[in-house]
């Protein structure tokens, strides 16, 4: 058997099998628990450690949960998880700031053999490292991630205005509610019309103004596809641009008096379908009360398929 040595002078990620000696037990608890052991051992500066011949493979204690129990509530948050799963999407490199700090940011989707799918955040030297990897490999290519130590997300805030992000396929764009709305161009609100004898009118109730200027901009109705089902989601003004790459008044024709042409207009919309990506969701009051179906977008994060 090797010599002890202190923490300090080990090697990481070469010599991987140790014992310990002086060692402080402490009491397991909190809602980032690495496991389901009612203590804890802590390394103190005179813990001294040892390589060791063998190690028994339970002792890696990594113990991979369902997909299907994490999506169905069954395990308890406060424990730290392990996934192992191929990955099926990647969104772009993101900046956010974590408590006032910016941290790099990377989405995941992740799916299973029976097509269970998770969608999994990392962050800071996480989120560079798979980043980096996945961009070094060929696409086409099955990629298996393993995430030990994942923290459940549990969504906090008003069970009135809940967010998500679903990584899902525009299928198509339903045009019975319209694709556009004409708003008032200085405070953006949907105008009104008001019916008159000779033209059109339109009422901007915030501004209290008939005789508004008015914009058109986007309300895309989009039918999208993810692994289990079908949903709609509302695209407005600034991602459908961000996306189509022109502006709505645009397309809509530069005077509001002209008649817009739907064969056009169709044809530039309709290079969304087939598009995936991660959409950020919030499910609103409208959405429970109503029973509205349809959900607004507020961030639109391209992916890379695999
Ligand atoms: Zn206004």
């Not at 999506?71 to 956010?96: C, K, M, R």
Request: glycine content about 4%; overall charge neutral; charged content about 20%.
């Amino acid at each position: 058997m090797s010599t002890f040595k202190t923490v300090a002078e080990l090697v990481p990620f070469k010599e991987i099998c140790h014992i310990y000696v002086q060692i402080i037990l402490i009491q397991s608890g909190g809602a980032y628990r690495t496991s389901k052991h009612a203590y804890l051992i802590e390394f103190v500066c005179n813990t001294r450690v040892c390589v060791c011949d063998f190690l028994p493979r339970a002792l890696t204690g990594f113990q991979p949960v369902a997909f299907r129990d994490i999506l169905d509530g069954l395990v308890n948050t406060e424990y730290l998880v392990d996934v192992i799963d191929q990955i099926v999407g990647v969104s772009h490199f993101e900046i956010v700031s974590l408590n006032g700090k910016d941290t790099e940011k990377i989405t995941l989707e992740l799916q299973n053999q029976l097509s269970d799918r998770l969608t999994v955040h990392l962050l800071g030297k996480y989120a560079i490292f798979v980043h980096d990897a996945t961009q070094n490999l060929i696409q086409k290519k099955c990629i298996i991630c393993v995430i030990r130590f994942a923290k459940i997300g549990v969504f906090k805030g008003n069970l009135h205005q809940q967010r998500y992000i679903v990584m899902c396929t525009i299928a198509a764009i339903d045009y019975d509610m319209g694709w556009y709305y004409m708003s008032c161009k200085i405070c953006w609100k949907r105008v009104l019309l008001v019916p008159s004898d000779h033209m059109k009118n339109y009422y901007c109730a915030k501004c209290n103004n008939y005789r508004s200027e008015l914009l058109p901009r986007y309300n895309l109705q989009l039918v999208v596809l993810d692994n289990t089902g079908h949903s709609k989601f509302l695209l407005l003004d600034n991602l459908a641009e961000e996306l189509l790459g022109i502006p709505c008044v645009a397309l809509y024709g530069s005077s509001s008096d002209q008649i817009e042409d739907p064969v056009v207009v169709h044809s530039v919309l309709s290079k969304l379908v087939g598009g995936t990506y991660f959409c950020k969701i919030v499910i609103e009051e409208q959405n429970f009360m109503f029973n509205c179906q349809t959900f607004k977008v507020l961030e639109i994060i391209p992916t890379y398929e695999f």
